[in-house]
């Protein structure tokens, strides 16, 4: 089997099994005071010090969640809902086209329901990468909020996020690094080889935020609920031992596509991890169950739309064509990858791309 749809989810890493194992014989809940309790409360501000460590931050502006979903949705509602109750209310969203789902669902359920939020669409160049001077950020009056991803998910390509000025709330979970302009963060743990279902937002000191889980008043009062312990010592656990990896086994796998194959972003700065392309006339559907088929799993576009004959937005607002967005596929690298998953993807695709000119 040749697993390469870590953007999707990466397989556990050992180092986090195991912190897991550990923390799954504790019995306590971390807010009891008695020693079971305190054990557990251990386990989550030892992996609170492991994130704050890979984010670059102190340890008590981690709030621990359920995921990159939720912490997206955290610190885009917590920020505006925030700067109601600040007196320095935001009045406009500036948001790259590129956004997850997650982000461009929740930014429009937040204009729809607040009066006077407005919203901007950030382009995305046919490179993948948004167009800040295509905004009108620096003309207009009104507090903003910028919310830009250190990465796409779908193209790997590289945002930039550290020539945003003003308030910035930044997607890092493809691209987990210490972001020092970003006052929001959101980080989740199974795309770097921790637990489904825990993640994490940064959120600065100074930075307007307002919580939107209420009860037991857990992470500062910031998000209430009982925390997930071993899926947060998991997490902190692959939060260690996380390390960008090298363009190796993605340049070994460019080099081997067919000549005829569309690579988006190819000349702009990609995380590693990552390569996105078509092969034109053959459908992104076809291609993943003939590769799975070989034992070769990847994606058609991003996780959250397969099973969707909808082409992606990313590839739409970077101008690509229905026809050639409906034939894009995703291949994601990460800590576990041999060179000998991408030369059986390589074979696959060799194939598959024969079989299509015979017919
Ligand atoms: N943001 C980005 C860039 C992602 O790639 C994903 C997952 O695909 C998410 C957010 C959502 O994260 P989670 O699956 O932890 O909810």
New binding site residues.
């Given amino acids: 089997m040749h697993y390469l749809d870590h ?2 989810s990466s397989p556990l890493r050992p180092e986090a099994r195991a912190a897991m194992e550990r923390a799954l014989s504790t019995v306590g809940n971390p807010s009891s005071v008695h020693r079971a309790g305190r054990a557990a409360r251990h386990v989550i501000e030892d992996a609170r010090e492991q994130i704050a460590a890979l984010a670059g931050v102190k340890a008590r502006n981690v709030i621990f969640t359920s ?3 939720e912490s ?1 949705a955290l610190a885009l509602r917590g920020a505006v809902e925030g700067s109601l109750e600040s007196g320095e209310r935001i009045t406009r969203l500036f948001v790259s086209a590129i956004e ?1 789902e ?1 982000v461009l669902k929740t930014v429009s359920a937040l204009v729809e329901r607040i009066p006077g939020l407005r919203l901007e669409i950030i382009p995305a160049a046919a490179t993948g990468v948004a167009d800040l001077s295509a905004t009108t950020l620096r003309e207009g009056k009104g507090r903003a909020l910028i919310a830009m ?1 250190a990465a796409n ?1 779908e193209t790997g390509v590289v945002q930039p996020v550290e020539s945003v000025e003003g308030l910035l709330f930044v ?1 890092a ?2 691209r987990p690094d210490a972001y020092d302009n970003a006052s929001y963060v ?1 980080l ?1 743990a ?2 770097i080889g921790g637990p489904q279902g825990v ?1 994490a937002l940064i959120v600065r000191d100074d930075a307007p935020f307002s919580a939107q889980l209420l009860g037991g008043g857990q992470e500062r009062g910031l998000r209430a609920g009982t925390e997930n312990v071993a899926g947060i010592a998991g997490f902190g656990a692959a939060a260690a031992a996380w390390t960008i990896m090298s363009t190796n086994l993605r340049d070994r796998f460019e080099a081997g596509l067919p000549a005829s194959a569309v690579i988006f972003g190819r000349n702009s700065l990609r995380v590693p991890h990552t390569s996105n392309f078509a092969l034109p006339d053959v459908s992104a559907e076809t291609s993943v169950m003939a590769l799975d088929l070989d034992g070769v799993m990847v994606s058609s576009g ?3 739309s397969s099973g969707k004959v909808k082409p992606s937005h990313v590839l739409k607002a970077m101008g690509t064509s229905d026809e050639i967005a409906r034939c894009a596929l995703r291949v994601s690298f990460g800590w576990n990858s041999t060179e000998a998953d991408v030369d059986a993807a390589l074979a696959s695709i060799g194939r598959l791309v024969v079989r299509r000119e015979a017919a």
């Fill in positions: 953007n999707a995921g990159g979903t997206n997850h997650s991803m998910n997607d979970v493809q959101s989740s199974h795309k993640g991003s996780a959250c």
